[in-house]
């Protein structure tokens, strides 16, 4: 069934970063397009009770800002950051790029680029948006959503061509699907919790360490992490167990929280005057992974962002993802000529797979921020990378490049850990290599591998 684009109406549920985004494209392609939000109009309201939290942006977010046409408005609120500097327990710092010569991942508000997003999509006649509107799940037998006006109380349902959920990792429209018969659903928590905490701007209105780096302090099973924020201000992460003997169960009080932080980031403590009064004003969060299958319901329902494939921030993908799946979905719009039917049975035959994939690496670097970063072995593996790529720059990408600066699929890049990991042992067996990492015995070892692949 192909409906004329003219003609064809297109509900979004939840206009958060991927609903907000996906209504720009469609409007652009000159679907109507009404946005139902749970929150008040945030461009009023304010974001999060106003403080400032950021998000790493990469290649696979700017593929479908650029799609939308709109990169120039956003690149102009990013800050690049080129590589991550890594805070030592003695407040050494040591600086390690993230991939070549001018490439970055940036650091843009959550809050400004979702107010960014909803004022650009707003500016096409064609968009509108119902905000203080809470979905209570879908009608299924009809196909049509349900709502509830925040302020009144009034319940209503929606009907529409399409219905894309976009209400993020605890999505009303995927709890309907849950209850159908086999609809898969897996939610896993972390033994870990995030706290956000800020480094305000020096008196002169500068930020008080360098802007062009992802900040961080591994410390083996925990991290602290800071991305910087164009009012001169650092956003900072506490990732931490929720129990245990380092854990937010043991920062009770001014003094413990003081103590941990005098032991393992002495040096942020004079970066951190509000230390105290942020820790125990801002809320502890979990961070969760959540699987599913179908993400589509009939025809006409389909879920993308986190309400299908929310994932924990360690590689900086999340929202990245969320992005990736417009872009696909707008290829494939191109691809089957509007044909919405042929479009969802694609997406779902080939994006779970990738959706999976950046779930299971998102866990696993998890372990290499907080632990791997700080070991020797291990920044030598990533100089020797770096040689190998700029030496053969076709045969040979980091699996973090492959993440971050390309549009590989995701699982091509997971399939590639292992392979890679072998190599590493290889290249780390050869003698002296810490001196000889750009010597012929690396190149005959890395000529081996590829052999054999
Ligand atoms: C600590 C942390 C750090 C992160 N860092 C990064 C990073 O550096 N890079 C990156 O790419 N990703 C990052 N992410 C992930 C990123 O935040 C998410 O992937 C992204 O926000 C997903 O966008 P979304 O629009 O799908 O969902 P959301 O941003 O959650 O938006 C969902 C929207 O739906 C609305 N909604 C929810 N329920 C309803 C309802 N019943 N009715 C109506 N509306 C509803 C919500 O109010 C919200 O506006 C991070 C996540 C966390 C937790």
């Not at 609809?183 to 706290?195: D, L, P, R, T, V």
């Not at 956003?235 to 009770?252: D, H, I, V, Y």
């Not at 799946?325 to 089957?336: E, Q, V």
């Not at 919405?340 to 994939?357: G, Y």
Request: proline share 5%; with cysteine; hydrophobic share 40%.
């Amino acid at each position: 069934m192909k409906l004329d684009t003219k003609r064809k109406k297109v509900a979004i549920v939840g206009a958060g970063l991927v609903g907000a985004l996906w209504s720009v494209i469609l409007a652009k392609r000159g679907y109507i397009v009404d946005v139902y939000e749970r929150r008040p109009d945030f461009r009023q309201a304010g974001y999060i009770g106003g403080r400032s939290i950021n998000l790493a942006l990469s290649e696979r977010g700017w593929k479908a800002i650029e799609i939308a046409g709109i990169r120039e408005k956003i690149e102009a609120v990013a800050i690049p950051m080129p590589g991550r500097m890594m805070h030592g327990l003695d407040g050494s710092l040591t600086f390690q790029p993230y991939g070549e010569k001018g490439q970055a991942i940036n650091s843009v508000s959550r809050g400004g680029l979702n107010v960014e997003l909803v004022n650009i999509a707003d500016g096409h006649e064609q968009v509108h948006f119902h905000f203080n509107q809470i979905c209570r799940g879908l009608d299924l037998e009809t196909s049509a959503v349900r709502f509830e006006d925040g302020e009144t109380g009034h319940r209503y349902t929606v009907e529409a061509d399409l219905i894309f959920g976009t209400d993020g990792a605890f999505s009303a429209v995927r709890n309907t699907l849950q209850k159908l018969p086999r609809f898969n659903y897996s939610q896993h928590y972390i033994e870990h919790g995030y706290k956000e905490l800020t480094i305000p701007p020096r008196e002169d209105g500068s930020h008080r360490m360098d802007t062009h780096a992802l900040h961080i302090w591994p410390r083996g099973h925990f991290m602290l992490i800071a991305l910087p924020n164009l009012d001169g201000s650092f956003t900072c992460t506490l990732f931490l167990p929720f129990e245990g003997e380092e854990s937010f169960k043991n920062l009770q009080t001014e003094q413990q929280v003081l103590a941990f932080f005098k032991k393992y980031f002495p040096d942020t403590l004079p970066l951190m005057p509000t230390l105290v009064e942020d820790f125990f004003d801002n809320p502890t969060a979990a961070l969760v992974t959540v699987r599913c299958s179908p993400w589509n319901y009939g025809e006409k329902v389909l879920l993308i962002g986190d309400a299908c494939h929310a994932i924990v921030p360690f590689f900086g993908q999340g929202m990245n993802a969320g992005f990736e799946d417009c872009t696909i979905l707008d290829g494939l719009m191109d691809k089957y000529d509007e044909d919405w039917p042929a479009i969802i049975e694609e997406f779902n035959a080939s994006r779970i797979e990738d959706a999976n994939a950046i779930a299971d690496l998102a866990l696993a670097n998890f372990v290499e921020m907080r632990d791997k970063v700080a070991d020797p072995r291990f920044l030598l593996w990533k100089k020797i990378e770096k040689h190998l790529h700029e030496r053969f720059p076709d045969e040979f990408q980091s699996v973090y490049s492959m993440v971050s600066f390309s549009h590989v699929p995701y699982s091509q890049a997971l399939a590639e850990v292992s392979a890679h990991e072998e190599l590493f042992e290889r290249m780390l067996a050869i003698p002296k290599v810490d001196e000889n990492w750009k010597g012929p015995e690396v190149e005959a070892v890395f000529k081996k591998w590829l052999g054999e692949r």
